[in-house]
């Protein structure tokens, strides 16, 4: 039987670092590919876990943002695997307050982090999952207090349970043309960048969840969007009440939902518990 594996994305520092180590720590028994997109930070954080006796850990380098990186990655885990077990998608962004790029120019720059890098990954690495697999995407309850602010139209279109990827997407395009003209609040959208992606992410969540369901039923494949809370990190500062450990918490459960689980499935889940959308 070929060794199970599993891949967390934006691995080398904050939340991510710490999903692998709970990982680890859990008793995952096949091995956990530590993916980051600096070499060297990558490396560095590989060691570190390593020197904790954590030997199942491999580095391997993933830009969510590059569909060449995404694929590299891809064709590894099918020489070496044959397979894909586990898939966390922790890596993205945010700037901070007081940055100074203009506010266009950030939602372009998130949402190709969050949004279409997450989405880049996952169209390389789903159709690759194994019977039973699970599937992370890291979310934030940022993107349940956004859509709570977006236009009732909006909203019904981010809750409609039969929206299509391709929609989705074009919601996302049409958030970061009304972002950079200036008036994304006039029709309808949140004045956040990052919530406005994370929007994405969770509903991105959820039409993948209800393809596998069409798709690879009988398969017990597992798929959710997750809340880490606010956590202790170069993203959201010191004064977060988390540390990444606990912030790791949910996703490492999402991860290890054990064989036979029939849910959580396409539901966006924060200390554990399912959050109504």
């Known amino acids: 039987m070929a060794k199970k594996v599993a891949v967390v994305t934006g691995a080398n520092k904050g939340i991510g670092f710490a999903i692998v180590k709970g990982l680890c720590e859990a008793g995952y028994t096949g091995d956990i590919i530590l993916a980051a997109r600096n070499e060297k930070l990558g490396q560095e954080a590989l060691q570190q876990v390593k020197s904790e006796g954590h030997n ?28 894909l077990d586990v898939l966390i998608n922790n890596a993205g962004m945010a700037f901070k307050v007081n940055a100074t790029e203009p506010f266009g120019e950030q939602a372009e720059v998130t949402m190709q982090t969050n949004y279409w890098g997450t989405l880049s990954v996952c169209k390389a690495l789903l159709p690759i999952l194994r019977p039973k697999a699970r599937v992370v995407n890291v ?20 809750r409609d349970p039969d929206i299509t990827e391709e929609e989705l997407g074009g919601l996302m395009r049409d958030f970061v043309v009304a972002a950079q003209k200036g008036d994304h609040e006039a029709k309808g959208w949140p004045n956040t960048a990052y919530g406005t992606t994370k929007i994405g992410v969770t509903v991105l969540s959820r039409i993948q969840a209800r393809v596998l369901s069409q798709t690879r039923a009988g398969d017990g494949i597992l798929l959710n969007a997750c809340c880490p809370g606010w956590v202790r990190t170069d993203m959201a500062g010191p004064k977060a009440p988390k540390s990444p450990e606990e912030g790791a918490e949910t996703p490492v459960y999402l991860a290890l939902l054990p064989d036979g689980a029939t849910g959580p499935h396409g539901q966006l889940v924060w200390d554990k518990e399912v959050q109504e959308w």
């Open 139 to 158: 979310s934030s309850f940022v993107s349940k207090r956004s859509l709570d602010k977006c236009s009732p139209e909006l909203q019904a279109k981010f």
């Open 56 to 83: 199942n850990v491999l580095y391997h380098r993933l830009d969510i943002c590059d569909q060449s990186s995404a694929e590299e990655l891809r064709n590894f885990l099918e020489s070496n695997y044959g397979g």
